[in-house]
């Protein structure tokens, strides 16, 4: 069922080495591949095929579900809206990303829409990871949207990374927080060649009470480009913070633009933003161990987006 492009797709995406274990629905070149559920968590297809309903149980907790996507069709681009529902209390694990492989001249692309309804007090983890790869030289292009509404007490954290060969991303996150909710997100992003990402991201902390942390690690390369647009809007007392730092190489460009909107005059928001190059000392430092220049690099890299 699962040839060897598919599983070093899923690898890559998902960590995972075959079928996982607990809820899973996996989807290939625009079909459902695979899908099991569990007794907590259930997972429905919409009555068009272009996406899938998870709906988790109040009080379900130590459980995940996985939802990769893969794609290796010669002039695709899929489309899903996937809709998530988390029942009060829970507390759960989702494991998303899509794995492109491409291998002749045509394009390929993804689009997922996932909308998240997190219940009171409920806690999910999402991470999300975008990969493509293959010989082929049609344009590879993945752009997600996840909107996020958190009711009173809920918390997300979000993980969201693309690690290489991804010609065009569009990604827009969105959400909206409710009394006491927290939300955290982590945004990894790697960039080389001619590659375009941009980053578009409006969190509104509706309730009193909420926080919300928005950090961005890019790394530029070749003559790629990033842009990252950040907008906290406050509307009570609440506290929020965004963090982006990039490092350029070669002849990257890079945009960066973090937004502050307080409306409540106890609302309080932060922001720290740069951009710059690898240092020299931590190149000499690595180097003077042993490693090679582009090894130095490397490391250097990796760690900065973990």
Known sequence: M???IDKEL???VADLEGLPKGAFNIRKNGQLLKREVTANID?????DG??????IKPGTVNESVHIPVILSQAGLYDVVYNN???GAASDVTIIAGCGIHCGGLAPEGHAGIHEFRI???AKVKYVEKHYARGPGRGRRSLNPTTKVFLDAGAEAEMELTQIGGVDEANRVNEAVLGPDSLLLITERVLTEGSQKAVSTNNITLEGAGSRANMISRS??????????YATLDALAPCFGHIECDAIIMDSGRNETVPSLKARHPDAALTHEASIGKIASDQLMKLMSLGLTYDEAVNRIIQGFLK
């Open 84 to 86: 998530f529902i988390i």
């Open 50 to 55: 272009q996406g899938i309903t998870v709906t």
């Open 119 to 121: 219940g009171p007090k």
């Open 43 to 47: 997972i429905e297809s919409h009555a």
């Open 219 to 228: 790394v530029i390369k070749g003559d790629s480009q990033q842009d990252f």
């Open 10 to 12: 899923l690898a890559a």
């Open 2 to 4: 699962l040839d060897a």
